[in-house]
Structures are given as C-alpha cells and as structure tokens.
C-alpha cells in the first residue's frame, strides 16, 4: 500500500494509458482488503481507460481484479460478468495461463454459491502453483469442497476438469454461469 502512494498520479503524468490502467490495478490490488470500495473504483477506471484505449490484456487483468472483489462482496452476477469477460479475452488470445487464473475465481464463486460439482470440476482445471499462490480463494474452496462433497468425490470431479481441454473448460465454465445467473435472477 505504501508503494502505491502516488502511483497513479504519476501514471496519470505520463499520459499512456496502459501505464494509468496497470496503475489503477496495482492500486486495486494493493488496497483490496484495506479500502475495498476504493480498489472497486479503481480497478473500474482502469478497466474503461483499458477498454477504451484497446489493451485486452489490461482489460484481462482489470477484469479479474474486479470478478474477485464482486464476489467477495456478494454480487455474484457482476462477478460472473468480469470473469467471462476475462475467460473470453484470455481463451482469444490463447493464454492457458490467464485463462487458468479467471477459473480460478470462478471455482471460488461457484463454491461460495453453492454449486459444488461445476466448482470442483473447474478447480481441476484451474489449479495450478501460480493460482494456488495468486489466488489463495481457490486454495480456501479446495478445502471446503473435499469436506462439502467428500475427498473421493472431489478427486473424481477435480479430475474431469484436470482431463479437459482448455476450450472444453472454457465451453463448459460458460454454461455453469449460464446456469448459475439464470438461478439467481429467477430464484425458484
């Protein structure tokens, strides 16, 4: 939080949008827990500074910072909004890395929502050292999965996601939010 103290100003000087958006995503990232309305505002400016200036990657990332922050805040469907729009740009691009890191959100949301079966099945698929690491929610979801659905059941799920292809995961992430969304805004 310290390095971020006048980060963005100093971005803002340098006229580059890039830099302004990665600016307000360090500042995003950095206040999170500390000033969470805050980090929202900032990962929001970035992500429109990002959109309008054409960088996916940005958007990508933007987009990731605010699905956690919307689902740890309990608007799940912003969250699944941010994180398909992250899904989408990373598969685009063909970037396994970063597509791995938006499901890892979207099994946390999943676990958090309830839908334990498509949260293991992603996880599978997500876990990964740099998500366990950048993504300690997915780590905290693993947990709680093993116990909700039972250890040989988690395996046997986490596998069939570990087994699919990335456009297979992908096909099959944007189905669950499909239903998922659906679930929410028209409760049985």
Request: aromatic share 6%; glycine share 10%; net charge negative.
């Amino acid at each position: 939080m310290d390095s971020a103290d006048g980060l963005i100003e100093a971005a803002e000087a340098t006229g580059n949008p890039s830099l302004l958006a990665l600016a307000l995503g360090a500042y995003g990232s950095a206040f999170r827990d500390a000033d969470p309305v805050g980090a929202l505002d900032a990962l929001g400016r970035g992500l429109v500074i990002a959109q309008d200036s054409g960088n996916r990657a940005n958007v990508s990332v933007l987009a990731i910072g605010l699905a956690r922050l919307k689902a740890e805040h309990g608007d799940p469907l912003a969250a699944f909004d941010y994180v398909t729009l992250a899904i989408r740009n990373f598969h685009n691009a063909g970037n396994t890395t970063g597509v791995r890191s938006a499901l890892a959100i979207l099994a946390a949301l999943f676990d958090r929502l309830g839908r334990h079966e498509p949260a293991a099945t992603i996880a599978g698929f997500a876990l990964s050292p740099l998500t366990a690491t950048a993504f300690p929610e997915i780590n905290t979801a693993i947990a709680h999965l093993r116990e909700v659905v039972g250890g040989p059941a988690y395996e046997s799920l986490a596998r069939k996601g570990e087994k699919m292809t990335t456009a297979a995961m992908v096909t099959y992430a944007y189905e669950q939010i499909d239903q998922a969304r659906t679930g929410l805004e028209h409760p049985s």
